[in-house]
Each structure stands twice: as structure tokens, then as C-alpha cells.
């Protein structure tokens, strides 16, 4: 972290794993604010729900203010009691203000905002019990993929780098894209989803009605194989491409055979297709 002068700072502090409707009230605290959070995080055990750089991405994304920064902490490198870290605080970025939520706690020892409150002007907002990053991970991890996206502010997405399947989707007329997601990451709920998908077409991004088959495979990733409905589009292999999954829509069926599988590709479809005009 570069050391920040001759600049006032309103700073906001926090992991935000993802940015759910309970962090606007923290946001809403400043018109221009500058983020600090962390990576590698000792206590954290559970596989995040996006890689560290994608949630970067998305408080860049969802800041969308030329004048606001994010500063990063590996607390693998600078795990600080919180004593030390109050004056790499001052140190470093010495902020005007600095906002967090009441269950904010700091440092390796834990401190909370009556400590740092010792040190600096803090703006403590009280935390929305409605939303949380347990309750996201709960409803992405159990197919209650509507609930995920209703309480968040920056969707909940799956990006991939498209690579070529057994291609048993073509054969059938059904047209797939096939993209995995890390084994280091949340398993989603394996499932049939409806989902919208974006991808670059003719040096633009476009997004298309998807269906999105999501299961799990041997080595721990977990494949999403995307066709675009009422699309036949040339091939894009090689292209990354982004799925948003919006309605869980039935559990993956075993076929028993050729046309049961193109029957059950079908009855998903049909199922989809409701979903779209609803």
C-alpha cells in the first residue's frame, strides 16, 4: 500500500466479499469515498463466492468515481494488532472520517468501534440484520439463486474462458457453451437455471436468455454448460463470457437414453420459456 498525502479521505473499511443492499448505508455516508479491504484473511475459512481480483472489479465497477481509490491489505503479509494497525492508519492515509458497520472488529486481536473510535472520527453505522454475506453464500449454495441476486448490488455472475465440450449438445441441436468454475470458489447449487449470458459479438457486448446447466465434476470444478436461446451464433471458443443465473429452475435428470435426454432438454426448455414471459 503506497502512503497517501495532502488528500482528504472519507474512508470506508470492510471485506466485502460481495456488496449486498446492507452496505448502500455505509456508501451513502460520503459522496466520494475510498475503500480499504482485505485479502487472505486468517479466519475466513469458507471458499469465497468470487476470486479476490473479480471482487475488486466490482467495487471499482460499483464505486464508479474517477476521485475513489481502494486500498488493499494482505494480512497474510501485515496481520497487525490492532494498536499497530490504528497507526499505519494515521500513517499511511490518515483519514477525515473513517465508516463502518457496528459489528466491525479490527486487528488480530479483535478490537471493535468504541477502540478505534479512541483514535478517529468514526461514523458508525448500524448493520441491516436483512442482509449478510452468510445469508448470500446460504442462498447461492442451496439453488435459491433469486434471493442471492435480490440482495445484492453487484450480481452475483459466473466468468469463464469458453472451451470445447464433448460437443453432445450439437449433435442434439442444442448448441452449447462450456465454461468452468475454479475449485477454490462456492460450489452453486447444481442445477437447470435460467440465466442471461454476455459475450462479445461484432466489438460489442451483447446478452442473450440462456439456459445454464451447472454441475459438479471429478477434479472439483464445476462445469456451466450455456445454450443461448433462439440463437445460433458462430463459434466463440476461446472467448470469455459471463453468466448470470436468475431462477433455479429444476435438479439435473439422468437420462436413459438418447431421445430421453433430448425429451428432458426440451421439457427444461419449456420450463424456461415460462419463466422468460412471467
Known amino acids: 500500500m503506497e502512503e497517501w498525502k495532502g488528500k482528504k479521505v472519507d474512508l470506508i473499511i470492510g471485506n466485502f466479499e460481495v456488496i449486498h443492499q446492507g452496505h448502500w448505508k455505509l ?32 467495487l471499482y465497477y460499483f464505486l464508479n468515481n474517477p476521485d475513489s481509490d481502494i486500498f488493499i491489505m494482505d494480512l497474510k503479509k501485515e496481520n497487525k494488532k490492532a494498536a499497530s494497525f490504528v497507526k499505519f492508519l494515521k500513517k499511511q492515509i490518515n483519514p477525515t472520517k473513517i465508516i463502518v458497520g457496528s459489528d466491525f472488529k479490527f486487528g488480530s486481536d479483535f478490537k471493535d468501534v468504541k477502540y478505534l473510535s479512541k483514535y478517529f ?30 440482495d ?5 455472475r459466473i466468468d469463464g474462458k469458453v472451451v470445447k465440450g464433448k460437443q453432445l449438445g450439437r449433435k442434439l441441436g442444442y448448441k452449447t457453451a462450456n465454461i468452468y468454475r475454479s475449485k477454490k470458489l462456492l460450489k452453486v447449487c447444481p442445477g437447470v437455471y435460467y440465466a442471461t ?23 472439483g470444478r464445476q462445469l456451466i454448460e450455456v445454450h443461448l436461446i433462439g440463437q445460433d451464433l458462430p463459434e466463440f471458443y476461446g472467448k470469455d463470457i459471463t453468466v ?5 429452475i429444476n435438479e439435473i435428470k439422468k437420462p436413459k437414453s438418447l431421445e430421453d435426454l433430448k425429451q428432458i432438454i426440451k421439457d427444461n426448455f419449456v420450463k424456461i420459456n415460462k419463466v422468460t414471459k412471467n
Open 197 to 219: 449470458t454476455t459475450l462479445p459479438m461484432d466489438g460489442y457486448k451483447r446478452e442473450y436468455p440462456s439456459s445454464a446447466t451447472i454441475r459438479n465434476i471429478e477434479d
Open 121 to 150: 472520527n468514526v461514523d458508525v453505522v448500524e448493520r441491516d440484520k436483512r442482509y449478510s454475506t452468510t445469508k448470500i453464500r446460504e442462498h447461492i449454495a442451496n439453488g435459491q439463486i433469486e434471493k442471492a441476486q435480490k
Open 244 to 248: 448470470h443465473p436468475k431462477k433455479y
Open 152 to 156: 445484492l448490488i453487484t450480481s452475483f
Open 27 to 58: 456508501f451513502e455516508r460520503t459522496d466520494s469515498p475510498t475503500v480499504l479491504t482485505f485479502n487472505n484473511i486468517p479466519r475466513k475459512k469458507d471458499l469465497p463466492i468470487f476470486s479476490f481480483k473479480d471482487k475488486c472489479r466490482h
